[in-house]
C-alpha cells in the first residue's frame, strides 16, 4: 500500500486543521491505520489509530483530535480541534496489519511497516 498525507500548514493556536492520508493499492479497511508526529528534536509519538474494531486517541490529543476514515474515498483524516503550539511536528500516516484490539500494540511505530510522507504542521502562539 503507498499513502500519501496532506493538509499540513500554518494555523494560530486554538485554530482547526483537517490532515487526509490518502491509500492506494490497498483498502484502509483492510488495515490498521495510524497518525504519528515528530518534532524537531524529539523522538516520532503516536497520535492516534483506527482498525474496523475501534479507535484510539494519545491522551495529549484526546478530546481535540479525531481519526475517522472514509472507506468510499480510501482515505484516513485526522481532525485537528484546539490546536496549541506543542501541536507543531511533522504528520505522518502508516499502515499495519490487522493489530487487534489492542491500545498498546496500535500505538507502537514499529508494528507499521507502511508509511507516508510527512505533513508539516505549524502552530504558532
Known amino acids: 500500500v503507498q499513502l500519501q498525507a496532506s493538509g499540513g500548514g500554518l494555523v494560530q493556536a486554538v485554530g482547526s486543521l483537517r490532515l487526509s492520508c490518502a491509500a492506494s493499492?490497498?483498502?484502509?479497511?483492510?488495515?490498521?491505520m495510524g497518525w504519528f508526529r515528530q518534532a524537531p528534536g524529539k523522538e516520532r509519538e503516536f497520535v492516534a489509530a483506527?482498525?474496523?474494531?475501534?479507535?484510539y486517541h494519545a491522551d495529549s490529543v484526546k478530546g481535540r483530535f479525531t481519526i475517522s476514515r472514509d472507506n468510499a474515498k480510501n482515505t484516513v483524516d485526522l481532525q485537528m480541534n484546539s490546536l496549541k503550539p506543542e501541536d507543531t511536528a511533522d504528520y505522518y500516516c502508516a499502515a499495519a496489519g490487522y493489530l487487534g484490539n489492542s491500545r498498546t500494540q496500535s500505538s507502537q511505530s514499529s508494528r507499521y511497516p507502511y508509511w507516508g510522507q510527512g505533513t508539516q504542521v505549524t502552530v504558532s502562539s
Open positions: 483506527i482498525s474496523w474494531t475501534g479507535t
Open positions: 493499492g490497498r483498502s484502509v479497511g483492510s488495515y490498521t
